[in-house]
């Protein structure tokens, strides 16, 4: 079959698993100048406590290293802005997490594209969801998705930043797409409104000052300035900020919609939770990984 068949092909089958947007790009080295950038963040340690960030160097740069005879990554954008939003006087959840762990929901959408693939082309796939050591924001920059927002989210031209990234590395070889040259035009709004200075301007974040890395990633008890309104878990301050983000449609996968319980969770109810209650309210959800502790921890640093 021919190259751009395949392509087209491939785009209708993962677009009918529920993907906003998808693209294609050679899996070759990632070039020097995005590796460079992201080493010498590492190297200034605004990785913060995310030491796993230092591991498989080697595989980060060649995406070939992650699957034997790969030519092509494959980089879909899941949408996950929610229908309905937490009323604005409850603890802040970030918009990713209203819903059901979206390494579940898009590794089970995901798993039928694959064997597609494999069945129909002999092809062999791997797909990555933060479940490996690839550059996802260079990948979906390589496909011709969107752009890298000076905020570090990526951003899909007309749809925003509400979108989690993932990759399907393959043999199959697929014409690729070319990168779109877009940037932010000097609009600078999220680094007003990062209430950290978190944001360090080239597309970069500082992690030990974010809100986000802290509230979730972060084990040990941290510390900002007290007059700063802290969220529960995770933080949209500079996506919220963001004029893209103004077009944001909510996403069509029931998944990431929020339950009933997760509308209305108050301060009083995670306050009183126990471990095994934590344990059975967020299961599924991507919160577990800040475990009990960690949401006890964010709740009494909340301004009341
Ligand atoms: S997520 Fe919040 S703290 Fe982190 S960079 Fe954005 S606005 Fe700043
Ligand atoms: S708020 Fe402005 S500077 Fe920040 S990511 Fe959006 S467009 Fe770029």
């Known amino acids: 079959m021919e190259k751009s068949l395949i392509k087209q092909e491939l785009r209708e089958m993962i677009l009918a698993a529920g993907a906003e947007r998808v693209g294609f790009a ?30 498989y160097p ?17 980089s879909i954008a899941f949408n996950y802005y929610p229908p309905q939003l937490r009323d604005s006087s409850l603890p802040y959840i970030s918009l990713y997490a209203y819903g059901q762990d979206y390494h579940d929901v898009i590794r089970k959408r995901l798993k039928g594209v694959c064997e597609e693939i494999e069945r129909t082309w002999g092809a062999q796939t791997r797909i990555c969801i933060d479940s490996a ?4 924001r260079y990948w979906a920059w390589r496909a011709g998705l969107g752009f890298q ?21 393959t043999t199959l070889e697929i014409d690729p797409n070319t990168p779109i040259m877009g940037d932010c035009g000097g609009c600078g709004r999220c680094l007003r409104e990062c209430p950290t200075k978190a944001i360090l301007g080239n ?26 309104d802290t969220p529960l878990y995770g933080c949209d301050r500079c996506q919220l900020a963001c004029h893209h983000n103004r077009r944001a449609l909510p996403t069509p996968i029931e998944e990431f919609h929020a339950s009933e319980r997760m509308l209305s969770l108050d301060y009083d109810d995670i306050a009183s939770m126990t471990e095994e209650e934590f ?26």
Request: net charge positive.
């Open 26 to 55: 050679t899996a070759e080295p990632v070039d020097a100048e995005s590796f460079d950038k992201f080493t010498q963040w590492l190297a200034q340690g605004r990785h913060g406590g995310m030491k796993y960030l230092e591991n």
């Open 58 to 74: 080697d595989i980060r740069r060649d995406p070939r290293l992650l699957l034997d005879g790969a030519k092509s990554v494959i």
């Open 133 to 136: 050591p690839i550059l996802e």
């Open 149 to 169: 927002g000076i905020n570090g989210t990526f951003i899909l031209p007309g749809r925003g930043s509400y979108f989690f990234l993932c990759e399907i590395v």
């Open 203 to 228: 597309g970069r974040i500082d992690a030990s000052r974010c809100l986000s890395y802290l509230t979730i990633e972060c084990r040990d008890d941290w510390h900002v300035d007290s007059d700063i």
């Open 279 to 304: 344990r059975l309210t967020f299961r599924g959800s991507a919160i577990k990984r800040t475990k009990h502790s960690g949401l006890l921890r964010n709740l009494t640093k909340l301004r009341r």
